[in-house]
């Protein structure tokens, strides 16, 4: 969805969970402990976001490799350390402010991130529909159970952690996107985001 905004109005896609996601594909691969927060931090200094995504020591990392169900689990356990926060968090700014603006997708952009952008869209949909999506994303099809189940451990974990919970900025508009389809989604998005170039001038 957000590569598709992003194209529409002819901006740069920031994926910033994948930022998270190298974290933890660094950690499952390296032995790193998942309640390890400066061991993560130190892995996140080897972390770099651009508009093709992520590069781990300078060598880009393919988008499959961070969407598998163990790199997700691990990503929402890595993310709750406020040291790894504060690393990914200025990798984060210093991306969007290098390209003069972009579409950022993640969890925390519109309430740590980047509380001052000028549109902030929070994406909401019922677990089974999402559960659905992440299957049919990554050819997992059979595991849609497991799927789920992670789905539903990851966002308890996230909605109570204390660094960046997940919640939606108080200026945020929320879209439910039960029952839409993505290009429904991406012509909201639009515009909302036409709208709030209009009031910007």
Known sequence: MARAVAE???I?????GATYRAVALLSL???????DGPALAALAGRVELDGAGVRVDGERVPGDALRTPEVAAAASRVSTHPELRRVLVERQRAAARSLG???MEGRD?????LPDAAL?????ASADERARRRAAQTNREAELDRIREAMRTRDKR??????????????AVVIDTTGLSLEEVVERVVGLAAAARAEGG
């Open 8 to 10: 529409k109005l002819g």
């Open 120 to 124: 902030k869209v929070f994406l909401s």
């Open 158 to 171: 996230d909605a109570e952690r204390e660094a960046s919970p997940l919640v939606p900025a108080p200026d």
């Open 12 to 16: 740069v896609n920031l994926d910033t």
């Open 29 to 35: 691969r390296d032995g790193v402990a998942p309640d």
């Open 109 to 113: 952009i519109g309430t740590v991130v």
């Open 101 to 103: 603006g972009a579409v």
